[in-house]
């Protein structure tokens, strides 16, 4: 079993649509959780820190759920510019401050 | 600030030859960098922590004779792929932690295109 899985997509939703991603981890042991968008051919690009109590920012908001050891991301009123791959991050709870990536899942927001 | 630059961008070099990457953190210091590698429509893979003034700390599966790993000064981590095949090419990306910040923010460098022929 994968330490981080995610659904590869790919999403097509249409502009204005909610969309959520899932992702899974592993090891009960993880300490901290990311979201990160990756444009095609681009380094990934942090889009939120995901806490216990949920968080905001805009458009987007991310929840973890520790007892069922998932992250999700929802994307309200999707925009063409949210077309991207959306990456998790899991670091373990040690003092490496290692990340490990999930697959992605792909999101095409077509007109 | 907290800005990470790579260099090549991209390179294509002969199957045999060395290839060097440099990692640099351009506005703040840092005593861990990482090393990832991505092959075309998977995820990134991280291949070694790189730490400053000692030797690097390689994931399992990934050759530490053929991805040489030095990080010599708080600011410069670099990783020379040694004897590259074609399948070496990929896309690397280095990472750093800040060192003020104890948070468990890593900051991505543009990335390296590698193609091996």
């Known amino acids: 079993r994968k330490e981080v899985e995610q659904d590869p997509g790919p999403f097509n939703v249409p502009e204005g649509a909610t969309v959520a991603f899932n992702c899974t981890y592993s090891?009960?042991?993880?300490?901290?959780f990311f979201w990160y968008r990756q444009d095609c051919r681009k380094e990934p690009k942090l889009l939120m820190s995901?806490?216990?109590s949920g968080n905001e920012d805009g458009r987007f908001t991310a929840q973890l759920n520790r007892a069922s050891q998932y992250i999700s991301l929802l994307i309200r009123d999707s925009k063409l510019s949210d077309s991207a791959t959306y990456l998790c991050?899991?670091?373990?709870?040690?003092?490496?401050?290692?990340?490990?990536f999930g697959s992605g899942t792909r999101l095409l927001v077509r007109p | 600030g907290a800005v990470v630059s790579q260099h090549p961008s991209w390179v294509i070099c002969k199957s045999g030859t060395s290839v060097k990457i440099e990692c640099r953190s351009l506005?703040?210091?840092?005593?861990?960098m990482f090393w990832y590698r991505q092959f075309p429509k998977q995820s990134l893979m991280l291949m070694a922590t790189?730490?400053?003034?000692?030797?690097?700390?390689?994931e399992q599966g990934v050759e530490k004779d053929k991805f040489l790993i030095n990080h010599a000064s708080l600011t410069l981590s670099t990783l020379t792929v040694t004897s590259a095949h074609p399948e070496d090419s990929s896309f690397y990306i280095c990472?750093?932690?800040?060192?003020?910040?104890?948070?468990?923010?890593?900051?991505f460098g543009p990335g390296t295109r590698l193609t091996v022929l």
């Open positions: 990472s750093a932690r800040d060192l003020r910040d104890s948070t468990d923010t890593q900051y």
């Open positions: 506005d703040f210091q840092a005593t861990t």
């Open positions: 790189s730490n400053e003034g000692s030797k690097a700390t390689y």
């Open positions: 995901v806490y216990s």
């Open positions: 991050a899991v670091r373990l709870g040690d003092s490496s401050y290692k990340l490990i």
């Open positions: 090891n009960s042991a993880s300490q901290s």
